[in-house]
């Protein structure tokens, strides 16, 4: 009963609670002070960042995300430093748990901070095209895990950031006009000076052509049946590159056809400069026997 007694003892009771209620003031006021400056600098910072061109989603993650959390936990330790809580040992178990989170989302950071080099280097911004791995496509979203791009297919492909920063991206909008080029080969015995007359006449009325930069038509090489020329046209729009290759293409054929220019398939010549006698005499046999027989047939 005495011990029962000196548990609830009033006394004691009202001296602890007069003793913590300090302490839990303070706590209180200090988390406030943080909060405050946290909820103060986060428009000054992201006035500053979207002033320097930061893109938005990046912007989000470092002022409302990084900074805001680190503010409000460094406001929490210090509030629990004031209610006397060892805040050392609570430190040193945030950083061992911070360790194996790391160490168990290694291909989610890897993600994350190469979507913090995308948004900051800017290879490509969202309404783009590009290629990369080997995917053509408008860019429709950016996060910082993930790319998504939409291909001439319609279909919807998510590429982890990690992927694009360690691949070859082409962006075909970056710089405004893009040329594009198209292949098609012509036979020796025909005039190159015609076939490229032909060849810009036809691909000039193409719905997108540019007339400045004006097309043109230049020889890559000599195959071996062929020569090969590449007509060059100019577009101001990346979304209707492929339209327009496939147009220029089937353009430049129907016209080298019209006008009557060989397009030529794989094909080899044989010349023969000497035989001997003997060879023509075995020959000759040949031929004979085979006439024979088809008789008999």
């Known amino acids: 009963m005495e011990s029962l007694n000196s548990l609830f003892d009033r006394d004691r009771l009202i001296a602890d609670v007069t003793t913590f ?3 839990l003031g303070a706590a209180l006021l200090v988390f406030l002070a943080f909060w405050l400056l946290q ?6 910072l992201r006035g500053i960042l979207r002033r320097a061109g930061i893109h938005e989603t990046l912007t989000h993650m470092l002022v409302d995300n990084i900074y805001g959390m680190t503010i409000l936990v460094l406001g929490v330790i210090s509030a629990a430093g004031q209610l006397g809580i060892n805040v050392t040992a609570a430190l040193a178990g945030i950083s061992v748990a911070g ?22 280097d800017k290879p490509f911004v969202v309404g783009d095209h590009v290629t990369v ?3 053509y496509g408008r860019v429709v979203d950016i996060t910082m895990r993930t790319t998504r791009i939409r291909t001439q297919q319609n279909t919807y492909v998510v590429i982890p950031n ?32 015609e076939a490229r007359r032909v060849l810009l006449e036809a691909v000039s009325k193409i719905d997108g052509v540019l007339a400045d930069p004006a097309p043109d038509v230049v020889v890559t090489g000599t195959g071996s049946s062929s020569v090969d020329l590449r007509v060059r046209l100019w577009i101001n729009d990346a979304h ?58």
């Not at 194996?100 to 995308?118: E, Y």
């Not at 909008?173 to 098609?184: N, W």
């Not at 080899?268 to 085979?290: C, H, I, N, P």
């Open 240 to 297: 209707i590159e492929r339209r327009t290759y496939f147009r220029a293409m089937e353009a430049s054929k129907l016209a080298l056809d019209a006008a009557g220019i060989q397009i030529p398939f794989p094909h080899l010549q044989l010349f023969v400069d000497s035989v001997e006698e003997r060879v023509w005499k075995r020959m000759e046999g040949v031929v004979t026997a085979g006439r024979s027989g088809s008789e008999r047939g």
């Open 133 to 135: 791995m080997d995917k």
């Open 162 to 193: 990690k992927h694009i920063i360690d691949s070859v991206l082409v962006n075909h909008t970056k710089h405004g006009e893009t040329r594009v080029e198209v292949d098609i080969g012509i036979a020796y015995k025909e005039s190159i000076a």
């Open 99 to 120: 360790i194996a989170i790391g160490l168990a989302a290694q291909d989610s950071l890897s993600n994350m901070i190469a979507g913090f080099q995308i948004f900051w």
């Open 39 to 44: 909820r103060l600098t986060r428009p000054l």
């Open 21 to 23: 209620l300090p302490r």
